[in-house]
Structure formats: structure tokens, C-alpha cells
Nanobody, 124 residues
Framework: VQLVESGGGLVQAGGSLSLSCAAS????????LGWFRQAPGKEREGVAC?????????YYADSVKGRFTISRENAKPTMYLQMNSLKPEDTAVYYC?????????????????WGQGTQVTVAS
């Protein structure tokens, strides 16, 4: 299993960024996917999650509802996180993660494989 994130960077508050996580080495359709973030001195937290293609459920943390959108493109296979109306408190290292299950997994403990992370910095 290999996960490679891209798309992080520096953006002004109110701006947008789109993160990608390219996957390889496994049957992507059968996996639940998640985006997590970790700010300095804080625990890693769930941002957005999506279940396998069989069910298609999504979860968003309250702090990002209405601003972030998680999606998956099984043919590539890649997962995305579109982030709009970014705030300085969104600054963190963002990680993608996967687990082979049809359900929706929102906890960090539920994921088996992780990407290396990509830095997102939102300037005020």
C-alpha cells in the first residue's frame, strides 16, 4: 500500500487549496478513506472521511463542515480534499489514510495505512 499526498502550501485566509492522495498497491474501491490533520502540539484529528464505494457515506468534523469536501476517484485511484474559506486554525500537516472496510471510519485508530503528510499553512 502506498499513499502519496500533494497539494499543500501557503494560502491567505479565505483562500482555497485542493489536496490529493494518490494510491497504489491495493484495491482502492474496497477501502474507506480519511483525511486527518495535526497541528503543532496537538493530537491528530479527523477532518473528513468517506466509506468504501459500496456505501459512499461521508463524515466531516464540525470545524470544517460547509468548507471542506472529500471525494474519491476510483479509476485513478486518488482521493481528494477540497478546502475552501480557509482559516488560520486550519494550519496543520494533513495526512490521508485508508483501511479495507465497507464502513465509515472516523478515528485515527481505525486506519491501517497512512501517507507521509503535506503541510498546509493559512496566513491571516
Amino acid at each position: 500500500v502506498q499513499l502519496v499526498e500533494s497539494g499543500g502550501g501557503l494560502v491567505q485566509a479565505g483562500g482555497s487549496l485542493s489536496l490529493s492522495c494518490a494510491a497504489s498497491g491495493f484495491s482502492f474501491d474496497d477501502y474507506a478513506l480519511g483525511w486527518f490533520r495535526q497541528a503543532p502540539g496537538k493530537e491528530r484529528e479527523g477532518v473528513a472521511c468517506i466509506s468504501s464505494s459500496i456505501t459512499g457515506y461521508t463524515y466531516y468534523a464540525d470545524s470544517v463542515k460547509g468548507r471542506f469536501t472529500i471525494s474519491r476517484e476510483n479509476a485513478k485511484p486518488t482521493m481528494y480534499l477540497q478546502m475552501n474559506s480557509l482559516k488560520p486554525e486550519d494550519t496543520a500537516v494533513y495526512y490521508c489514510a485508508v483501511r479495507r472496510t465497507i464502513g465509515l471510519i472516523t478515528s485515527t485508530r481505525g486506519y491501517e495505512h497512512w501517507g507521509q503528510g503535506t503541510q498546509v499553512t493559512v496566513a491571516s
